[in-house]
């Protein structure tokens, strides 16, 4: 049972555009969702996170967005940059439980 | 956030060895983890290293398979025992700097090839 979905697992997109990376989850306990990017041969580095209790949460280019009542939530990059060219993942976890959920990841590339 | 290291980095072994992977971080920490990410797929949490105490496995996941130990607030180990091809995965630890923060950083990973 996939809790946590990403149903592209691949994106292209022109460097200075925004990308927009999505994210679906199934388990209404969730309730802290986290954002990772992956190099090649490098583990996750954390992104952003967001609490159920906000709608959004923004760190200079990267902003989340929540909608609790569709289990979506999605990353935004804007101006996308060649350096963000990697994996992305979306992590869920039930605030306190420490096991983090995680999505199949998106391949993001960024053309110059 | 923290700085973590894992020995070795990769490895092919044999069908029916094990494998010891080290995680080491900068700082003490709470809350250490292992996961794996098998080929095309994403990460599985395999357990929970406690220190002082036996490691919380996930389901799927059994101590005999991949004993964990956490002797202090700053190291552990993961071992595959009686490795087979399907094996065969990435194993990055994980561990929370901050008790409650829910945020886990992540080593570099272990690539293991099982032939």
């Known amino acids: 049972d996939q809790q946590v979905k990403q149903n592209s697992p691949s994106l292209s997109v022109q460097e200075g555009r925004i990308s927009i990376l999505n994210c679906d989850y199934t388990?209404?306990?969730?309730?802290?969702f986290l954002w990772y990017k992956k190099y090649p041969a490098e583990g996750p580095t954390f992104l952003i996170s967001?609490?159920?209790?906000?709608d959004k949460n923004e760190d200079g280019r990267f902003t989340v967005f929540l909608n609790k009542s569709a289990k979506h939530l999605s990353l935004h990059i804007v101006p996308s940059q060649p350096g963000d060219s990697a994996v992305y993942f979306c992590?869920?976890?039930?605030?306190?439980?420490?096991?983090?959920?995680f999505g199949q990841g998106t391949r993001l590339t960024i053309n110059p | 956030s923290a700085v973590i290291s894992q020995k070795p980095s990769r490895d092919i072994c044999q069908r029916g060895t094990s494998l010891t992977i080290q995680c080491q971080v900068d700082?003490?920490?709470?809350?250490m983890f292992w996961y794996r990410q098998q080929p095309g797929q994403s990460l599985t949490l395999i357990a929970t290293a406690n220190q002082g105490s036996e490691a919380t496995y996930e389901s799927g996941f059994v101590i005999d398979k991949f004993p964990i130990s956490r002797p202090n607030l700053t190291f552990s180990t993961l071992t595959v025992s009686n490795m087979s091809p399907e094996d065969s995965s990435i194993y990055l630890c994980?561990?929370?700097?901050?008790?409650?923060?829910?945020?886990?950083?992540f080593g570099p990973g272990t690539r293991l090839t099982v032939l």
């Open positions: 700082s003490q920490v709470t809350m």
């Open positions: 967001i609490s159920s209790i906000k």
């Open positions: 992590a869920s976890q039930i605030q306190g439980a420490q096991k983090l959920v």
């Open positions: 994980s561990v929370e700097k901050t008790p409650r923060t829910d945020t886990q950083y």
């Open positions: 388990n209404s306990m969730f309730d802290y």
